[in-house]
């Protein structure tokens, strides 16, 4: 009877070991989970708000590659990342060379959304920002970028902000003012195609297409010399074609002396005096239209 009791107690040892062993493997299960809780007393949770109490960061050193990528694939207008804050900055990104936020939208939505109650809505700069306008400046604005030329190589475009489009509008303003430009140069607009323009001004209406308040200068204007015994003069002109509208006046008082006309051609155009103005004198010239 010793030896089954003796054998009774050590089942009942080895049970109560392995039932407890098995607990403390259930105990330790889940201490090494991954928590399911949110914000600054756990891990980030997919599908459920996440509350912290203090910031949170994400570096990398990623040559050429992405810190964070976020992708919402829904057909709708939805949004990959928001950010908002109540006197902050919503959503900061920077890199050293890269994009510090890139934003695409394949579909209807917006591949960057940012608004602000009275500041700026989105604000990027490019270099150093020791020259940039901040707040009070910049409030109540929907988009302010930045870039310094200072310190650049002598052949990099220093942009605050470029609009691009393969085939629409690289940048489109609307309002009161369309377009404000405020600067050395308040707008400047070129065109490197043969048939294209580099500044259009159009209207509707009654309303004028143009309006010049101060100084205007054409690089297709000047002055023509006429010598005593000389009634003709040509000028060479790039790119004049006989199409051309040529306007010629006489910029010095000659009595008798007028300008009898100013023809346009391939390359030149030239000036005609009725008769040879007898001392020198001078003409005024404007070149219109091509």
């Not at 936020?101 to 009275?118: L, Q, R």
């Not at 940048?171 to 294209?196: D, E, I, K, L």
């Not at 580099?198 to 309303?207: H, M, T």
Request: hydrophobic share 45%.
């Amino acid at each position: 009877m010793a030896i089954e009791a003796s054998r009774s107690t050590s089942r009942r040892a080895v049970l109560t070991a392995a039932i407890g062993g098995a607990a403390a493997l259930g105990v330790q299960a889940l201490a090494s989970a991954p928590g399911a809780r949110a914000g600054s007393d756990g891990d980030l949770v997919l599908n459920a708000g996440n509350a912290a109490t203090a910031s949170t960061g994400l570096s990398g050193a990623l040559s050429m590659d992405t810190v964070l990528s976020v992708t919402n694939s829904a057909a709708g207008a939805g949004t990959a990342i928001q950010g908002n804050d109540d006197d902050g900055t919503g959503v900061a990104g920077f890199a050293n060379a890269g994009n510090g936020i890139y934003g695409d939208a394949m579909g209807t939505g917006n591949g960057v959304h940012a608004t602000s109650g009275t500041g700026v809505g989105a604000w990027a700069a490019s270099g150093s920002t020791t020259n940039a306008h901040s707040h009070p400046d910049t409030d109540y604005t929907g988009v302010y970028g930045f870039c310094d030329q200072a310190g650049l190589p002598v052949n990099a475009i220093a942009t605050g902000v470029w609009g691009d489009s393969a085939g629409g509008d690289g940048v489109f303003g609307s309002g009161a003012t369309g377009v404000h430009g405020v600067g050395g140069w308040g707008v400047y607009g070129w065109s490197n195609v043969a048939s294209g323009v580099g500044l259009y001004a159009d209207a509707a209406g009654p309303a004028k297409a143009l309006v010049v308040n101060g100084k205007a200068h054409f690089s297709r204007s000047g002055k023509l010399k006429f010598g005593a015994t000389t009634s003709a003069v040509a000028k060479s002109v790039t790119g004049l074609t006989s199409a051309a509208m040529i306007i010629a006046v006489l910029n010095s008082n000659r009595a008798g002396v007028y300008v009898r006309a100013a023809v346009a051609a391939t390359g030149k155009f030239t000036v005609y005096l009725n008769k040879a103005p007898g001392a020198t004198v001078y003409v005024a010239y404007l070149i219109l239209d091509a």
